[in-house]
């Protein structure tokens, strides 16, 4: 019954003559392991076709929908990453099969006559491999991809006198986009693939035409194609699909037997960076690795020697083998070239990698990008699907992925972040090639018990992770006067008593807790209370802790931040609400506020929403990046679509907060940008937002127990005091005035400001807190100090917003009083002199 | 089944008679000649016709059209960020430039296009070049001295711009040409103005794409 049907068929197509013509080709000299390199190309390209195809039914070649749906293939669909990881690597044997056969082919001197043409065929058939390996490289349009086809097609843009043309038509227009992705794509899967089935169709009609070329006569009896050399081909792409499946399966075979590492993060198949994105750096912008030697030459060359004419003489002098061969040493030379080609190739590859290990941004890229990968799968995987805009909607709003971006762009020119710049690299200094020391403190765990200990450490905050490289130690202008923050940690807090390092510590503890910093579980647990079921910041607990920071024997934090309570005198950074996300969003966008450093006080800062250099938003992403805020896969308590903590601050008793939409601080800072830049008079509170950082309301109708902020009469404080300094100075005569009309008006009885009073002597000469007048010793007075400095220093007193310096005369009477032991008689009390 | 009726093996078959071929020797050769030239252009018709059809689509990209003309015309500034930005030390500073983007048959608006570094000269005048490396486009960083380096082929730039003819590495820059330097203004609300244009790469002379 078989046999009729067969006979049949055979009768109308004549097929038992094809497939024994195919089967048994004569093969002189027997089946050798040596002629299977042919073979296993065939079945390679098979391989890629069939996979190539199934790709293709699940490929969506557009800007919008490449990644993603290349995404989807590799972690979504059925055996998707086995697939992909079969067609890349399957890519990479064909280039080592086809160097393996050209190889055999030009020892054997497979190239001579007849055979010249279909030896040119073949060499056209690796250019087309080469292109297949070219094209495919980008359609994935993951950063990887992106940059490195970039090159590649600038290269073609710079051919003399077509470039420009060729780029635009490679590309499908001027620039990287949809046109590029289906053009690409039409090239991969359509032009390409169809000019190698015609050539390799020709290649192997050429090939049976002339048979098989021995290598030298053989003894040996002949044998026929089927079986002997079938099954030494079967055992060769056997082989080849082995390498294939060991190689797209390594990592996760590497962690059945590695216990740290997780199989379910490790790369399956085929790598799949970050989706491309035009306007972020990519430092590990490389080719796949049989272009490195290309690529490279090109660091070393001119580009058109590099890219048209080394490659075009190395393919030239292989063309020309057939004609070179007929030379007497011709094939000698021949085998020769070929070997040295190689090797050149593989020198300049090794060097290639030899140059990246070593290469400090190449590596952090990578990290860098594979984090970012990551990071976009997890997202993805929350949000149940990419949203219509792409992925790159969903990483956009992510702290993640932006905060170590923007930092690296804004930031990282000062600041460090564990010692990197936010993307792991260090920036190293070009003269020296060693990292450049952080002019800025180190922002990693910023306002972490960690940091914060470090930060009050005697002897860490002079180092360049701190304060180190900040005009606070070097003092303005480099004048080596700290600042006085610096001056209490180096001077007092190393002299602290046992008692007050366990208070320092408590109150870090409390202040830290304040901040609600996600990864500080335990800390936040400790200052929280339960309500309604809910663990929330309980305040009463952190301002226990703070009151700790305020009772200091020596210097109080209050002497010159507000810590608990809304102190207007305050004239350093607020401490409320210190490290939370409102804080810092509010520090980013203007540290020069008056509730942060003024004017005066802040180093190099910039205002970066005062002066329109970031968004409200951007600065959000960076300040929830610092906090290490940001939706966690494993914490059971977020939720997608995942909303950082709005605010953290801890208000004063009895009230609650409201904050400004971003928008409408986003507006303000645009419209105070303007101004600024339009060059309006400044006013004294400068022309910023005039919104505190904390905007407080009382939750009563009374008002809020603070005093108003006390003003000094400017004609009266200029004039008080005598005209010349007198050679001995009487207290009442000579000093009260000055104090009365400059001073008391702050440093009264109620609510001092730096909790120090001058209306009574008791509490003026006191020495508890740092001597502020030590009779007999200006050196050691602070007072004579802090009237002393120039009017743009921050430590100034009277303040320049209240009037201050004072005059020449007055200061000079006062150093002189307490050079002369700062009699002051007693009973002797003091009264402000007020404006009205 | 039914043009092989009860034979058993195929041999019985009788031989197929070979094609009658046309006597084309008795025709007059001028009739020959004809339909050889018409069997050549029809051919011709058939294929050139789809080809070329074909082939106005394939080179779209540098056929030239109307809007084209007109948006060059309209290559104009567009702001990047505020002047304040822009460090006093002649350091770099990063903008990214942000205007419509067409992709074939998606406008994209308000999008980043890409970016451009800003920084003072001696004289506090402002310099923008495009962050693209002159060289082959990949995108160059600065460095902590101001100068600037592209990680693909390792080409070094001067703060001005220049061409560092000897890299950190001891070799020589292979790019021909200085970063492209963009035309830049100050607006007068005090944002930084940049045309933002894109330049041939890899040969020694800034040709705009």
């Keep these: 019954m078989i046999k009729s049907f067969t006979n049949w068929l055979d009768d109308r197509t004549g097929y038992r003559g094809f497939v024994k013509d195919a089967l048994y080709e004569r093969i002189p000299g027997g089946a050798k392991w040596r002629y299977v390199w042919g073979s296993t190309l065939v079945f390679a390209f098979v391989v890629q076709m069939i996979t190539g195809t199934i790709l293709w039914m699940a490929y969506s070649p557009s800007s919008q929908t490449a990644w993603e749906s290349v995404y989807y293939i590799q972690h979504e669909m059925a055996g998707g990453w086995l697939l992909r990881g079969i067609h890349h690597y399957m890519a990479q044997a064909m280039i080592v099969l086809l160097a393996l056969h050209v190889m055999q082919v030009v020892i054997d001197g497979a190239y001579r006559a007849p055979r010249e043409v279909n030896f040119w065929i073949g060499i056209i058939l690796l250019l087309i491999t080469m292109g297949l390996g070219l094209t495919g490289y980008l359609l994935p349009w993951d950063q990887k991809g992106y940059w490195a086809t970039k090159v590649a097609t600038n290269i073609a843009g710079s051919t003399p006198v077509i470039g420009p043309y060729l780029q635009k038509l490679v590309i499908g227009g001027s620039d990287y986009g949809h046109h590029t992705l289906t053009r690409f794509f039409a090239l991969h899967a359509g032009v390409l693939p169809a000019a190698l089935i015609g050539f390799l169709v020709i290649h192997v009609y050429v090939f049976r035409r002339h048979g098989i070329t021995a290598h030298k006569p053989e003894a040996k009896r002949n044998a026929h194609f089927w079986p002997d050399q079938i099954l030494r081909d079967g055992v060769a792409c056997l082989a080849v699909l082995l390498v294939v499946l060991f190689l797209s399966s390594r990592h996760w075979i590497g962690a059945q037997f590695d216990p740290d590492v997780d199989p379910a993060t490790v790369t399956l198949g085929a790598d799949l960076g970050p989706p491309a994105e035009p306007t972020e750096n990519y430092d590990a912008a490389r080719p796949e690795w049989y272009y490195l030697s290309l690529y490279q030459l090109l660091k070393y060359v001119p580009e058109f020697v590099g890219a048209f004419i080394v490659p075009g003489v190395a393919l030239g002098i292989l063309f020309l083998m057939p004609i070179l061969g007929k030379w007497k040493l011709g094939h000698r030379f021949n085998i020769a070239y070929v070997v040295i080609v190689l090797l050149g190739a593989g020198a300049l590859t090794g060097l290639a990698i030899y140059d990246d290990q070593n290469n400090p941004s190449f590596k952090a890229a990578v990290t860098h990008t594979s984090d970012v990968a990551q990071r976009t799968f997890t997202l993805i995987d929350a949000n149940d699907g990419i949203p219509v805009e792409g992925a790159t909607g969903l990483m956009h709003n992510d702290p993640q992925i932006m905060g170590p971006r923007l930092f690296r762009e804004h930031c990282a020119a000062c600041h460090r972040y564990d010692g990197h710049d936010g993307t792991g690299y260090e920036p190293l200094d070009p003269s020296t090639g060693k990292p450049t020391e952080p002019s800025a403190a180190d922002l990693y765990q910023f306002a972490s018990v960690e940091w914060l200990t470090a930060f009050l450490d005697p002897d860490q905050i002079t180092k360049p992770h701190m304060w180190g490289n900040t005009r606070f130690v070097k003092g303005k202008d480099g004048s080596g006067k700290p600042s006085r923050m610096v001056d209490v940690v180096v001077n007092h807090i190393a002299k602290y008593s046992e008692d007050d390092k366990k208070m320092l510590a408590h109150g870090i503890e409390a202040l830290s807790a304040g901040a609600d910093l996600p990864y500080q579980a335990e800390i936040n647990k400790k200052y929280s209370k339960v309500v309604e079921g809910k663990q929330v910041l309980d305040r009463d607990k952190v301002a226990e802790g703070l009151f700790n920071l305020e009772d200091l024997s020596k210097k109080s934090c209050t002497d010159c931040h507000e810590l608990i309570d809304p102190d207007p005198g305050a004239d350093s950074p607020t401490l409320i609400g210190y490290g939370s996300k409102e804080w810092l969003v509010k520090f980013i966008g203007d540290p020069e506020h008056a509730k942060f450093y003024g004017d005066k006080g802040n180093d190099r800062m910039p205002s970066y929403a005062r002066d329109g250099q970031l968004t409200t938003k951007q600065i959000e992403l960076l300040a929830d990046w610092i906090r290490g805020d940001g939706y966690d896969p494993k914490n059971p308590k977020h939720k997608w679509p995942w909303v950082p903590k709005a605010v953290a601050y801890i208000p004063p008793k009895d009230t609650t907060v409201e904050m400004k939409s971003a928008d409408d601080i986003e507006a303000d800072n645009r419209k105070a940008a303007k101004a600024k830049a339009a060059g309006a008079p400044k006013t004294d509170n400068g022309n910023k937002p005039d919104t505190p950082p904390t905007v407080d309301k009382p939750d009563t109708t009374d008002p809020p127990d603070t005093p108003p902020t006390p003003t000094i009469n400017l004609a009266e404080a200029k004039k008080a005091g005598p005209a010349e300094v007198p050679d001995t100075i009487d207290f009442v005569k000579h000093v009260q005035p000055i104090f009365e009309a400059n001073c008391v008006a702050c440093h009264g009885p109620v609510k001092p400001k730096g909790k120090y009073r001058m209306d009574i002597k008791s509490e003026a000469l006191k020495t508890q807190g740092g001597g502020n007048i030590v009779p007999g010793d200006v050196e050691e007075s602070w007072l004579a100090f802090v009237i002393s400095v120039p009017a743009d220093e921050d430590d100034l007193m009277p303040p320049t917003k209240v009037g201050g310096p004072m005059t020449k005369v007055q200061i000079d009477v006062i150093r002189k009083w307490i050079e002369q032991g700062a009699k002051w008689p007693d009973g002797v009390e003091l009264k402000a002199k007020k404006d009205d | ?209």
């Design chain 2, 1 to 209: 089944m039914s043009d092989a009726p009860d034979s058993p093996t195929d041999p019985a078959l009788p031989p197929t008679p070979p094609p009658q071929l046309v006597n084309t020797d008795s025709e007059p050769p001028r009739r020959g000649f004809l339909y050889k030239a018409l069997a050549a252009v029809v051919g011709a018709i058939v294929v050139v016709v789809p080809a070329a059809a074909g082939l106005f689509v394939f080179a779209d990209p540098i056929v030239p059209r109307k809007k084209d003309d007109e948006e060059e015309q309209e290559t104009d500034f567009i702001e990047v960020g505020p002047v304040s930005a822009v460090p006093d030390n002649g350091a770099p500073h990063k903008f990214v430039v942000r205007a419509d983007l067409t992709d074939a048959w998606t406008m994209r608006r308000d999008v980043a296009i890409g970016s451009v570094y800003v920084r003072r000269t001696e004289d506090g005048s402002l310099q923008a070049f495009t962050a693209s490396c002159p060289h082959l486009g990949c995108a160059v960083s600065p460095k902590p001295d101001g100068s600037f380096g592209c990680p693909c082929h390792d080409s070094e730039f001067n703060p001005d711009g220049t061409i560092k003819p000897v890299t950190s590495n001891g070799m020589k820059t292979v790019s021909l040409r200085g970063l492209d330097e963009l035309d830049v203004d100050e607006s007068p609300e005090g944002m930084v103005r940049i045309r933002f244009q894109k330049f041939r790469s890899g040969i020694a002379e800034k040709v705009a794409v």
